[in-house]
């Protein structure tokens, strides 16, 4: 009988389904994990896995029972208990990263252990199975998330731009973290003097309960959870995905179900732009919407499910393209090798020319808009700059919880970059007010964004106002500077493909095959671009996720060259 502790409790609105969180499998299921593992005796007291493990396997108890703690320092608490026919684990058990918590056994008996390798092989070709793990896997996690029960503590100021930094990089990577506002709470001192931390060391986090980050990098933060522990720096994968937005993870999810050796190299966070989206409405097979946090963490999972490797907060600084294989540097004087390489580094908000813009990031001006930044502005008046659907998105959410949201657009109107079903909602809510021909002239403060000067860029009329939160979403800039010249670009810095590229450019670039390029080929052979960093492309999620599948049927006839 399964017995929940206070500190493992799943949200509200999915606590009917505790029994698909803790299921209980059936003798024959029992007998088709048993072919992939191997039986082990057990004695109570017995330590199975420690926090930090690098290396854990999945239990599944016949006889006896097995509890699972959050450690914290010196201190346990209990989160579950599994009986006979219940099986330990979580998320960690598919990416490969560190335990969590322990897991000891608290009577004797017989468990089932099966190896990480021998899990996903069963999860892939066991269809029932699969499914059972992968849903209980994913309900743990969010319970996890929702009771902010991990192995990290985040303590930090909600007037900080690192602490927002941080916070982001930990929610939108889906990993559990209690987070405690040392603005609110008045009694962190005695916390605060036992890890020897100062207000000038703020954001701090300490994690399992003994190792302290002051104002950490996400790349230390990356290290310090061990995000990348599985990785072998020594591997030729097939195909080396760089970037995880929508393109990025539905390339991976495509290469690794189709048996492809697959590495994904990440910067912040699985999702790219559209992971910081409050709600996408016309993507296929989700009528009610789904948020782009939510659509990145299926995909995300998707992904681990079939194989693929993420490398989380290191990106490319450099792509080695004189050989083969093909080799990216990561800036740390570290490098990956694969046979081919799909790029889908997207595109990045245009930064306004303002003189004193990134003193306030983080602190007033915002370049996502999720739950996170919502709590931030909370019955204040915000502004929206752009007319894209990003913006749209952005107004429709924050109009349910901001006294007022005025959108800035520097044409006539949003006819030409907004989808319809977003521009009626916008002319709907009174919450919203649209302000057309109008940019931000100058951004006023100190340690806080106060006062915002616009103006209409027909007349030249200015106006000020006591408004302390502008989010940007504005054009897109193509993250393509670390490719040094390796591919043909267009005059906006976005990667040719396919038809697009001119024989000059195939001339200019000593294309070496008797083959023109596939049509996500890039004027290298055996590299692909796909999604917002191609030249063309359709800024769209459908498309962007179109594009990274189809990639990967060309990337099995690059190989075969």
Avoid at 25 to 40: P, Y
Avoid at 170 to 193: C, F, S, V, W
Avoid at 302 to 322: E, H, P, S, W, Y
Avoid at 396 to 425: D, E, K, T, W
Wanted: proline share 4%; net charge negative.
């Amino acid at each position: 009988m399964t017995t929940y502790a206070a500190s493992m409790t799943l949200p509200e609105a999915l606590a009917s389904r505790a029994p698909q969180a803790f299921p209980t499998l059936t003798h024959a299921q029992i007998g088709r994990i048993c072919a992939h593992g191997h039986l082990r005796p057990v004695t109570a007291g017995e330590v199975l896995v420690e926090p930090g493990d690098a290396d854990m396997s999945l239990f599944v108890v016949k006889r006896g029972k097995v509890q699972v703690f959050r450690v914290f320092g010196d201190a346990e608490s209990l989160l579950i208990e599994y009986g006979p026919g219940q099986f330990s684990g979580e998320l960690v058990l598919l990416s490969g990263r560190p335990a969590l918590g322990r897991i000891r056994v608290a009577e004797s008996g017989e468990v089932i252990e099966v190896d990480r390798q021998s899990l996903l092989a069963f999860v892939q070709t066991d269809p029932e199975l699969g499914e059972i793990i992968m849903r209980a896997f994913i309900l743990r996690r969010m319970g996890l998330i929702a009771s902010q029960t991990g192995d990290v503590v985040a303590l930090g100021s909600n007037h900080s731009a690192d602490t927002l930094r941080v916070k982001e990089f930990l929610t939108r990577n889906g990993h559990p973290y209690k987070y405690i506002d040392l603005d609110r709470e008045a009694d962190m001192q005695d916390l605060l003097d036992r890890f020897h931390v100062g207000v000038d060391d703020i954001p701090v986090l300490i994690c399992r309960g003994d190792v302290v980050l002051r104002k950490p990098t996400n790349e230390q933060i990356a290290d310090c959870l061990g995000f990348n522990n599985a990785i072998d720096p020594a591997e030729i994968h097939d195909v080396i995905v760089v970037g995880a937005g929508p393109a990025g993870l539905a390339a991976a999810v495509y290469a690794a179900s189709e048996g492809l050796g697959v590495l994904v190299l990440e910067t912040v966070a699985p999702g790219g732009q559209a992971g910081s989206s409050s709600k996408i409405e016309n993507y296929l097979g989700f009528p009610n919407g789904i948020s782009g946090l939510e659509l990145a963490g299926r995909a995300y999972n998707q992904a681990l499910k079939f194989g693929a490797q993420f490398a989380i907060a290191r990106g490319a600084a450099r792509l080695t393209c004189d050989r083969k294989p093909f080799a990216v540097d990561l800036g740390d004087g570290a490098a990956t090798r694969a046979r081919a390489i799909i790029i889908a580094t997207g595109a990045e908000y245009r930064k306004l020319p303002l003189e004193n813009l990134s003193r306030f990031v983080g602190v007033g001006v915002y370049y996502s808009a999720t739950f996170m930044e919502s709590q931030l502005c909370r019955d204040e008046e915000v502004i929206i700059v752009g007319g894209g659907n990003s913006a749209g998105q952005a107004a429709v959410f924050l109009a349910g919880g901001s006294r007022h949201v005025h959108l800035l657009v520097r044409s006539g109107g949003l006819a030409s970059s907004m989808s319809q079903y977003l521009i009626r909602r916008i002319e709907e809510s009174p919450n919203i007010t649209l302000h057309t021909h109008t940019e931000i002239a100058a951004l006023e403060g100190t340690d806080h964004l106060e006062r915002v000067l616009w103006r209409n860029n027909q007349t030249g009329h200015q106006e000020e106002q006591a408004i302390r939160h502008v989010f940007l979403m504005t054009g897109a800039m193509p993250n393509t500077g670390w490719l040094a010249g390796c591919l043909a670009l267009d005059n906006k810095g976005f990667i040719k493909t396919g038809g697009d590229l001119s024989a000059e450019d195939l001339a200019a670039a000593h294309w070496p095959l008797t083959r023109p390029p596939f049509p996500l080929e890039t004027s290298l052979p055996g590299v692909f671009a796909v999604g917002d960093v191609r030249c063309g492309n359709v800024k769209r999620v459908a498309s962007a996720v179109g594009e990274g599948s189809v990639a990967v049927s060309q990337v099995h006839q690059a190989l075969r060259d």
